[in-house]
């Protein structure tokens, strides 16, 4: 199995996503435990500073995976839970695009509330450098559903070689078997869901 590089960023910055964090970088950890050489690496960025976010989301990973507060108003953003940090799709786009470069996952995982529904879905495609899988929620998820959840999900893409498979290939399997694994756990439908995103044309036009 090839090296994979997971990059974890919490922007929600306060004790529930801390443990929300801590258990994903556990079962991360010991899915190379006992294995001579590890098969996946963590990169973890908490952090209240705009360039240390932004950077984060553009650096080349294979999973990204986001936890915050999803706010699907007016503007699609991530915010933190005392409301002093927020970065929105936008700002994110404008980065990317003054860098010439947009996001550089595989896919991307955002942990928040509602950050599966439409508004989410177009405002990230202006931010992307090419196609990802995308895993959002569409209803309102805290410490059980996304532990239940990024179990599921981070076993099963680290379950075999995947060979022939590509990252998002991995990525899009995994977040189906977790969310089949989710509703037979816990007798209700997944809130999570999974999609193919394109880049938008403001995207294909920034980062060609």
């Given amino acids: 199995m090839r090296n994979r590089r997971v990059s974890l960023l919490d922007i929600g910055l306060d004790q529930s996503f801390d443990a929300s964090m801590a258990f994903v970088q ?20 908490r952090s209240r500073d705009l360039d240390t976010v932004l950077a984060a989301f553009t650096a ?30 936008e ?58 959840f990024c179990s599921a999900f981070y076993g099963a893409l680290f379950r075999n070689k995947g060979k022939g498979m590509t990252p998002a290939e991995q990525a899009w399997d995994a977040a189906s078997r977790a969310i089949e694994a989710y509703a037979a756990i816990t007798d209700r439908v997944c809130p999570y869901k999974v999609m193919v995103l394109e880049p938008s044309r403001q995207a294909r036009l920034a980062f060609r």
Wanted: net charge negative.
């Fill in 91 to 148: 700002a994110i786009g404008d980065y990317s695009a003054d860098r010439g470069s947009g996001l550089n996952a595989s896919a991307v995982l955002a942990d928040g509330c509602k950050t599966g529904i439409g508004a989410w879905q177009r405002a990230l495609r202006n931010c992307l450098h090419g196609e990802i899988v995308y895993i959002g929620s569409s209803a309102l998820v805290g410490w059980h559903e996304s532990t239940v």
């Fill in 26 to 45: 556990s079962t991360l950890q010991s899915i190379n435990a006992g294995l001579p050489e590890s098969i996946v690496d963590i990169d973890f960025v």
């Fill in 60 to 89: 080349p990973c294979d999973v990204l995976h986001v936890m915050a507060h999803g706010d699907h108003g007016e503007t699609p953003m991530f915010s933190s839970t005392d409301g002093k940090t927020a970065i929105t799709l």
